[in-house]
């Protein structure tokens, strides 16, 4: 890849990845690091990476930059106190696109990047295979599965109110 494919891709390809990203971790600033991450590695490898394929190297290194970043996050505890005055009592939402949001959160990660891949970006079984490193069928299975749980999620009232 040339110096000039590689900026191709950084144009074509950097908000798509990002927005891909946020998604699953919920904060800019770590999606930035990761998004950022996977283009440095795409450089240091662009001779070994043809253009036709730097879309899904992109993704599938970001993708599994992205996984190590949350188990690194799981390991750190952060311990709050809060007295019981200042505790915020939940509220229900109404609003479609945080009941959505709050849906994907109760899936697994790997459920939750198959739905963002496939329904939010519109990537093809294969080339989801490709950046989670799963065949067709198991990501046919596994999104099927994912889209269960929303839809168990989502037609109970009380979660939607």
Request: hydrophobic share 40%; proline share 1%; with cysteine.
């Amino acid at each position: 890849m040339t110096e000039k494919e590689y900026n191709k891709c950084v144009d074509l390809y950097a908000d798509n990845l990002f927005r891909f990203i946020v998604k699953n971790l919920d904060h800019t600033e770590d999606a930035r690091d990761v998004v950022q991450n996977a283009f440095e590695i795409l450089w240091k490898h662009c001779i070994d990476v043809p253009f036709e394929k730097a879309k899904s190297y992109l993704f599938t290194v970001a993708y599994h930059n992205m996984i190590d970043h949350v188990r690194k996050i799981k390991r750190i505890t952060l311990v709050d106190e809060f007295k019981e005055d200042t505790k915020i009592s939940e509220q229900k939402i109404n609003d479609a696109r945080k009941v959505l949001e709050k849906a994907l959160d109760k899936l697994t990660d790997v459920q939750r990047s198959l739905i963002l891949l496939k329904d939010y970006e519109g990537y093809s079984y294969e080339e989801i295979g490709e950046i989670m490193q799963l065949n067709p069928s198991q990501v046919k299975v596994y999104l099927h599965r994912a889209r269960l749980h929303l839809k168990q999620y989502l037609v109970k009232i009380e979660n939607v109110i």
